[in-house]
């Protein structure tokens, strides 16, 4: 009877839903070997290899397959699971999924010599065994007990979070199908009255999130890039269709692993039973901005509560609207699939700050918005024992796609004045002041320099700004000097020095390799524009 019938649709939609949490799992658990595996071959190359090419091909062999296709396979079930009916069927996906089982065959072939391989590896390099032991499997029967270890990238999770004027809350935003609106679903949410702040060591922190590699992050980069030129091109064509479509797939995946890999710095919350939570900022100045406007809130909030489901459905509801406020910083989420930002080089020449009220030893840095995030561009020096530091040092910044450029000024502390934490550790370095400025295209287009004060808690930074667009700069200008290095061709310069390989080349890796490890952002962060002038005269002479 039609009674039947119904239950046993049910139970069929109960079954697949099953099958997809697992598929889910067992993806995330693949996922947390490819991260490191991209990583360890980029380096295999490197002077300083973790792993040689061939140890890598053993340990993750086939690995990246068994992804693709278990991917395939969740990616074309999961919209047949919710718009199930009973015309639904899903038995040629489960074919599918038996044609290749070939790989399975070779995987588990290798299975033997790769953990083998991975042993020898973890004893002989001790950055090889820690990447390990964060993603070593646990057995079957210790996993009943406890969930299986991942690092804790792998763990990573795209989450929104909205902070009311009585609680904050975590909410992951839910796959939109077949034309229905967006929703949310709750997965945390702590009442303002019992949340507490950890401070994060940022030592313990570093050692505790792996690092995603630059020159990957960088990679990313370019095939964004590349993607939304692509979708430039089919548009002017007029072309439109499953092509297009295909392309704006493609953008979204590489913006959302962008979002997901590219923060690394901690902020950790806790609930009144101590359960604590971590969320992966860009930015001291995300991390202080988040907690300056919670505890703002909390000195409101003197109650605890509890919600039924009924309100927190209400609540992830009202979300929906809310997340017009602020976009997941992707440019999928705009009108047009080309930012309004600026594409270029901006020069900043940070003078001088006022305001201070005691002596310090005091440094800025400058950060813009680079692909929907802030990165770090730019440090001054460490102007010691003063209220009224005088740095006028002038920095050149690329843009890409930029909009807002942020000043912010730090105090640095160092051995024997370093102030004693809320956890006992000591701090090397304390953020005091931030600000920012809009980088208007009107404002920086000009050739002379613009001046700017930037305002932030009664402390006062004067700036000047000057911008050039993509198109001149990258013109290179002749050298004057016709015994010169930069603006000369390099064919030219290996013939006047006898060597395949200019000199300044071979100094520049020399340097890095000498020191390039202990340096931070040696690619990313510009250097003062004055030493870099001082450094080209003496080359070229």
């Known amino acids: 009877n039609d009674l039947d019938i119904e239950k046993g649709l049910e139970m069929r939609k109960w079954v697949l839903s099953a099958i997809l949490a697992s598929e889910e799992t067992y993806l995330s658990h693949l996922e947390a070997l490819l991260l490191p595996m991209k990583p360890l071959k980029a380096a295999a190359t490197t002077s300083q290899p973790v792993l040689t090419i061939q140890q890598i091909e053993t340990i993750f062999f086939k690995v990246p397959e068994l992804y693709e296709i278990h991917k395939e396979f969740y990616d074309a079930l999961f919209p047949r699971v919710q718009k199930w009916s009973h015309q639904q069927r899903v038995g040629d996906l489960f074919q599918k999924l038996a044609s290749q089982l070939g790989v399975y065959r070779a995987f588990v072939d290798n299975y033997e010599v790769a953990m083998e391989t991975a042993e020898k590896c973890c004893q002989a390099n001790a950055q090889f065994a820690e990447i390990s032991e964060n993603l070593r499997a646990r057995s079957t029967r210790e996993s009943k007990d406890q969930a299986a270890k991942t690092s804790l990238e792998s763990a990573r999770k795209l989450r929104h979070v909205f902070l009311f004027t009585d609680l904050l809350l975590c909410a992951k ?81 590489q913006e959302s692993m962008l979002l997901l890999l590219s923060p690394s710095m901690a902020f950790r919350v806790h609930n009144r039973n101590g359960k604590g939570y971590t969320f992966l900022t860009w930015s001291d100045y995300e991390r202080a901005e988040w907690g300056e406007h919670i505890r703002e809130q909390q000195k409101k909030c003197i109650k605890s509560f509890s919600l039924s489901s009924l309100e927190i459905q209400m609540l992830t509801n009202s979300c929906v609207k809310l997340q017009t406020v602020h976009r997941v910083p992707l440019t999928l989420s705009k009108e047009d699939d080309e930012s309004s930002g600026l594409y270029g080089f901006l020069n900043v020449i940070v003078h001088s700050a006022t305001g201070f009220q005691q002596s310090s030893n005091l440094f800025c840095t400058l950060e813009v918005d680079s692909f929907g995030y802030f990165v770090n561009k730019a440090k001054t020096r460490v102007y010691r024992n003063t209220t009224d530091p005088s740095w006028n040092e002038e920095f050149e910044i690329e843009l890409e796609g930029s909009q807002t450029l942020r000043i912010l000024c730090y105090e640095k502390f160092y051995n024997k004045n370093r102030p004693i934490r809320e956890d006992g550790g000591e701090c090397s370095e304390r953020m005091v002041a931030k600000g920012q400025v ?22 006062e930074v004067k700036l000047s700004l000057k911008f050039t667009s993509r198109e001149f700069s990258l013109k290179r200008l002749p050298s004057r000097k016709q015994t010169g290095v930069f603006g000369v061709k390099i064919g030219v310069v290996t013939k006047r020095e006898r060597s395949k390989v200019p000199y300044i080349v071979r100094q520049c890796v020399e340097e890095i390799e000498r020191r390039g490890m202990e340096e931070v952002g040696i690619y990313r962060v510009s250097g003062v524009a004055t030493d870099i002038q001082a450094l080209k005269n003496a080359f070229d002479s």
């Open 438 to 459: 809009q980088l208007d295209p009107n404002m920086v287009m000009g050739k002379d320099w613009q001046r700017s004060v930037v305002s932030m808690n009664g402390i």
């Open 173 to 253: 935003l839910k796959k939109q199908i077949g034309g229905k609106s967006q929703q949310y679903d709750c997965k945390w949410y702590i009442p303002l009255a019992d949340l507490t702040f950890q401070p994060v060591d940022e030592s313990e922190a570093a050692a505790n999130i792996p690092l995603i590699q630059d020159d990957e992050l960088e990679a990313m980069k370019v095939k964004i890039s590349n993607l939304k030129s692509d979708i430039q091109r089919e548009r002017k064509a007029n072309k439109g269709g499953k092509g297009m479509d295909r392309l704006r797939k493609k953008l979204c995946e």
